[in-house]
Every structure is written in C-alpha cells, then in structure tokens.
C-alpha cells in the first residue's frame, strides 16, 4: 500500500520558538493533504486541507497565522508551529489522498512537545 | 454535517471472546465510514471501510462492520479476540471518498487473558 511518512516523529522545543512537521507521500503524487491533531486520549480533529499550489482551508477555530502550512510540492506539505506554546502540545498527524484511487493514507504521526 | 458517536468509551474483553464496538453515524447524504485502529505513539490504520457496496464489510485482522442504515449504525466486530487486538479503535466519516473524516472519540479495546 501507499507510504507517508512525518518528520520528524517527535519534537521537543522551548516556548517561543517554531516547529516545522513535514509531511511525505512516498509513492503517489498527493495534491490534497489534510492536517489532524489529536490531545492525550482523545480523538484526532481536522486542522486544514491542504492543496498543491495553493492555499490551505483551515477549520473554524485554527489560526492560520499560527499553524502555517505550504504544500509546495505534490509530495510534500509542511506544517509549521509558529511561536509555539505548552497548550501546543500535540500528536500531529498527516493524511495524504491519492488523487486516483481517493484513499487516504495516515503518516505515523509527530509528538510536539513545547516546554 | 456529518459525525459519528462511539459508545463506550472503554471497552474490555477477554482473549477468545467477541469483540463489539459500537459506532452509530449521522449525516445528511450516504455517508462513507471508516474504522481505524491506533497502536500507543502510533499514526491510524485502516481496519475497513463502508462506500455504498456490500453492507458488510471485510477487514483486515479478522475484523468486519455491517451498515444498517435504518439503525443509522457501522458496528465493528471480530468473533475472537487476541491480546495484540488491545489498542485505540476510532471510527469515522466522510461525505465522500477522499474528503476529510470526521472521527468519533475513540474506543479504547482492552484483551484480558
């Protein structure tokens, strides 16, 4: 089956500082990536979409100035934690879909921590 | 809009039993569903997936689901559990294949010996 990867697969940074998570289709062009994050022991909630060569769509609530994300290429979207703060702290994880076959497919997931 | 809602928040069988997850949906068009699996510190696998074909579904590790729409439900099931069946369980929804899902809070398995 079709591989994402994230990295990295965890981060440990100071208050203040950014954070960049990439996100990789290994074998397929993705022009769609969606973004989810997860607390301890609850669900995974959608953050954006993101779109190859344009914009990402962010869900109510998310701040785009904060959660800034580029998907440059048809296999890579990054994610970067700008300014990040303790209540940042999350498992962020990527889906890529296969413009083909609509599946998506989960990468493992990045541990944020900021301390 | 669409969601799904995850009875149980715990559940915990013993190894040989049937296992019973519940996942009951609510949307506005055919809706497509998912089960996944979470492993601890891991990404999401796909257990099986609901897109308007058969009304029960096959998976991966013995696992299998039955759309009933008129119960507005996408139970997951497996007739005998196994220790290494122990992990998160989320079901999920989506309006369509490959759009963002909606997932439920999640259904924390545990397999007593």
């Known amino acids: 089956g079709a591989v994402v990867s994230q990295h990295p697969s965890r981060v440990i940074c100071k208050s203040g500082t950014s954070v960049k998570i990439e996100c990789r289709s290994l074998?397929?062009?993705?022009?769609?990536m969606f973004w989810y994050r997860q607390f301890p022991k609850q669900s995974l909630m959608l953050m954006a979409t993101s779109n190859e060569g344009s914009k990402a769509t962010y869900e109510q609530g998310v701040e785009k100035d904060k959660f800034l994300i580029n998907h440059a290429s048809l296999t890579l979207s990054t994610l970067t934690v700008a300014s990040a703060h303790p209540e940042d702290s999350s498992f962020y994880i990527c889906?890529?879909?296969?413009?083909?076959?609509?599946?998506?497919?989960f990468g493992p997931g990045t541990r944020l921590t900021v301390t | 809009a669409q969601s799904v809602t995850q009875l149980g928040s715990h559940v915990s069988v013993s190894e040989g039993a049937l296992v019973l997850l519940r996942c009951n949906y609510s949307?506005?068009?055919?809706?497509?569903l998912f089960w996944y699996v979470q492993y601890p510190n891991q990404g999401l696998q796909l257990l099986l997936k609901y897109t308007s074909a058969a009304t029960l579904v096959k998976g991966i590790n013995g696992f299998e689901a039955e759309f009933k729409k008129s119960e507005t439900s996408f139970h997951l099931t497996k007739p005998s559990a196994h220790m290494s069946d122990a992990a998160e369980y989320f079901c999920a929804v989506s309006e369509d294949s490959g759009y963002a899902l909606n997932f439920g809070k999640g259904t924390s398995l545990l397999v007593t010996p």
């Open positions: 889906s890529a879909r296969d413009p083909g076959t609509y599946e998506q497919y």
């Open positions: 074998d397929f062009q993705a022009t769609t």
């Open positions: 949307s506005s068009v055919p809706p497509y």
